[in-house]
Nanobody, 126 residues
Framework: QVQLVESGGGLVQPGGSLRLSCAASGFTLAYYAIGWFRQAPGKEREGVSC????????YYGDSAKGRFTISRDNAKNTVYLQMNSLKPEDTGVYYC???????????????????WGQGTQVTVSS
């Protein structure tokens, strides 16, 4: 059974940091491009970052550039999203998604991904 499980969310003060994890079970994450997405109440889903299976391609959404870092640990079958300098507007549910595709492909469009996790809540507030 293919499954993605996000963790690491929580409540953090503005300027703080969180590291989100996306752990895969039932498949080898190394063969998949992974995307991180978020959705705030009343807003559309937004692409935050993605990493290709080859690690050759990494994209960040405009809101994440310079503050967030995506990485993967294939030995742990896990992808991470390090989030620094968090702002209240970063609040939302964060999802990871996987797509079985090789080489340098990745995307910040949610419709390009077939497998999704259940999400983890991130709240940035003082």
């Amino acid at each position: 059974q293919v499954q993605l499980v996000e963790s690491g969310g929580g409540l953090v003060q503005p300027g703080g940091s969180l590291r989100l994890s996306c752990a895969a079970s039932g498949f080898t994450l190394a063969y998949y491009a992974i995307g991180w997405f978020r959705q705030a109440p009343g807003k559309e889903r937004e692409g935050v970052s993605c990493i290709s299976s080859s690690d050759g391609t990494i994209y960040y959404g405009d809101s994440a550039k310079g503050r967030f870092t995506i990485s993967r640990d294939n030995a742990k079958n896990t992808v991470y999203l390090q989030m620094n300098s968090l702002k209240p507007e970063d609040t939302g549910v964060y999802y990871c998604a996987a797509e079985f595709v090789g080489n340098s492909w990745c995307s910040l469009r949610g419709n390009d991904f077939d497998s999704w996790g259940q999400g983890t809540q991130v709240t940035v507030s003082s």
